[in-house]
Every structure is written in C-alpha cells, then in structure tokens.
Nanobody, 125 residues
C-alpha cells in the first residue's frame, strides 16, 4: 500500500491545520494508522495512532487535547486535525500503517511497515 500525506503548510501560532493521508494500492481497513513527526535535528517521534479494530486512539502527551486522529475507511484516508498549534509543532509529519493492532508498540516507529513521504508543517510565533 502507498501512502500520500498532504495538508501541511505555514501557519501562525494558535492556528489549526488538518493533515490527510490517502492510501492507494490497497485498503486501510486492516491497518493501524499513525502519525509521526520529525523536527530538525531531532528524532522522529510518535504523534497519534488509531487502531483498525475498535478504533482506539492514542496520543503523545505533547499533543493530547489539541490533535485528533480519525479515519474514513470508505475514502481510504486518515486525518490529523491539529489545533492550537505552536512553534514546537513545527516538523515534517509522516503517516504510517501497520498490521499491528495491540496496545504496547503502537508508538514505536519500527512497528510500521508503510510510510508516506511526509508533509511539512511550519508554525510561526
């Protein structure tokens, strides 16, 4: 399956932005989907995930309450709604897919087999 992330851009602090991750070459129904991000000079970090079964969502503490991950299986698309953005959210955002549906390794990037190309989010202060 191929993943295409989009929706990034340059926004001001306090703004909102919605990222999309569209899949092709397969259906996302059976995949746990996640968003990761990587800021300059930093390691890639987990942002949010949503299970394929049950729809459970998990968030990094730094985005809890500000970001919302959702999926539309009919559109084969996953979204990341981001609000109250701050300069600390500046990063390249990646979507990823995994067949893992457990509760222990969803934040580990090695769990994910398929990755999108990334979309840049820049938040100015």
């Amino acid at each position: 399956v191929q993943l295409q992330a989009s929706g990034g851009g340059l926004v001001q602090a306090g703004d909102s932005l919605r990222l999309s991750c569209a899949a092709s070459g397969g259906t996302l129904d059976g995949f746990t989907m996640a968003w990761f991000r990587q800021a300059p000079g930093k390691l890639r970090e987990f942002v949010a995930s949503i299970r394929s079964i049950g729809g459970r969502t998990d968030y990094a503490a730094s985005v809890e309450g500000r970001f919302t991950i959702s999926r539309d299986n009919a559109k084969n698309t996953v979204y990341l709604q981001m609000s109250s953005l701050g300069p600390e959210d500046t990063a390249v955002y990646y979507c990823a897919a995994s067949t893992y549906n457990g509760n222990f390794f969803f934040a580990d990037d090695t769990t994910y087999l398929y990755w999108g190309q990334g979309t840049q989010v820049t938040v100015s202060s």
